[in-house]
């Protein structure tokens, strides 16, 4: 728990959110500014900065979140696909340095 991180509070629920999924590793919910129809994140309950600051430990929670995210898109009524988007430092465009996967669909044209 990071004291200054909006994912790390809404983790603690001390923010609110609205969210469509949770276990003991993970936080799914919607992402307040959506650019698609449906915009989720899918964020680890452990405050890791971004994909850089993964370590072998991490290999089994980033195991967990790529096979959950399909299973959250067919949820979301994805059938026929789905973006992912990792955003890692501020080169990359990653605003919130808590590190989470954008699930996106609904109107995705090519990139
Ligand atoms: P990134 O650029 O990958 O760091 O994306 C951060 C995302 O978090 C943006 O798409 C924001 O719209 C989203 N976001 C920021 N604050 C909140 C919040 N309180 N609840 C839900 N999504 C948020
Ligand atoms: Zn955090």
């Keep these: 728990m990071h004291a200054d991180c909006i994912f790390c509070k809404i983790i603690a629920g001390t923010i609110p959110c609205d969210q469509v999924y949770s276990d ?21 309950r452990e405050h890791i900065i971004s994909l850089s600051e993964l370590e072998p430990r991490h290999d089994a929670l980033m195991a967990h979140i790529m096979r959950l995210l399909p299973t ?7 059938e026929d696909g789905f973006r992912t988007v990792i955003n890692t430092g501020p080169a990359g465009g990653q ?17």
Excluded at 24 to 41: A, G, N, T, Y
Excluded at 72 to 78: F, H, N, T
Excluded at 103 to 108: A, C, Q, R, S
Aim: zero cysteines; hydrophobic letters at 50%.
């Design 72 to 78: 959250l898109a067919k949820q979301q009524g994805l």
């Design 24 to 44: 003991e590793l993970v936080i799914v919910f919607k992402d307040i500014q959506p650019r698609s129809p449906v915009h989720l994140l899918v964020v680890p």
């Design 95 to 111: 605003v919130v340095f808590h590190l989470h996967v954008h699930l996106m669909g609904g109107n995705i044209r090519g990139i």
